[in-house]
């Protein structure tokens, strides 16, 4: 097999059936195919060494056997630091997997947060809402698959899942095409995919799924910065990224460190959006800052980030999650700060 491609090494290591294999191919950083010698070089995790010099040890035997190749090495760096989560994001290098295929999707935007609970999901579909009534075609898709709520938010009672042509079938409400793991799980069913399976998972609401030709697709990120996070923003061509947050410091902590991810994997940041900015009282007419609002992008010490909009707390917002119609559906002055949004992440694409 003189010319492999290394796009078809990757794929043939990510089906070895070895344990943790799915991100341990992810954290390839190069290949080198030089007449009967192929050179993988693996970033690794010191204290993960002994598993992984057990499964590379598996790759070469079998690249082998696949290729006809003499030689096939792999061999050892640990310049940054693998992370589940928080802490210090590592430095990331797109990787040497070709990115999704994914034009019919339009342009990406992943929507996250850093924090829970600050209304990623709430905005993620009133953005796809307004978008549609501004006359785009636009995808949803609910990436939080340990807690997916997109389908809560638009109504959807579960159903069966429906493959068509070997196609997962999303739904489309408010001309928004959905697709979130909460249509496919029972409600009490807690998932507890790790890795691989989660990865596996992602793509296949990716790939497999009928969206058709959108415009704009959004994708509701689980909070946090973990695996998800970033194999999107290395394999999904993103158009950007917008970064949620409420005003008070305890989010902010977070919303940075989803801000640092995004810039570590050359992620362009589309800008910020303040929820739960402030509270306008409708008996005294007066304004509280619940959560000690404003000035997001300087307290982040990112002021170049653009300032999206700032979202009160209203009331009908909070009833219509729960009754399962974005607020943004009604397309009226009320709901206009969504509409707003939405042409400003359109005017900085
Ligand atoms: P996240 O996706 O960040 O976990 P959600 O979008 O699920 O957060 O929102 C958490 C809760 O806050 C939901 O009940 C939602 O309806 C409510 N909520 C979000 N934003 C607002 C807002 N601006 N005003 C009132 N309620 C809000």
Redesign the pocket.
Known sequence: MADIKKDEIILFLENLKIKNNYNLVSNIEDIDIKNNLIQIVLNVDEKEKEDIEAATKIWQRELSKFTGFDDCRVIFTSHRKLSESSKEVPSLKKPVRENYQLQHLGKIIAVA?G??????????SNIAVSLSNLGYKVGLLDA?IY?P?QQK?FGIVKSETKIKDKKIQPEKVDNVTLISMGMMIPDDQAIVWRGPMLMRAIQQLLMDVEWGHQDFTII?LP?GTGDIHITLAQKVNLAGAVV?STPQDIALIDAKKAINLYKKTNTRILGVIE??SYFECSSCGERHEIFSGGNIPQRLGEENVELLGE?????E??E???KGVPFASDDTERTSIFKQISKKIISVL
């Open positions: 947060s924090k829970g609970g600050v209304g990623k999901s709430t905005i993620a939080d807690g709520s938010m509701d909070p949620v929820n739960m979202i009160p707390l209203i009331k917002i909070r219509c999650s729960d």
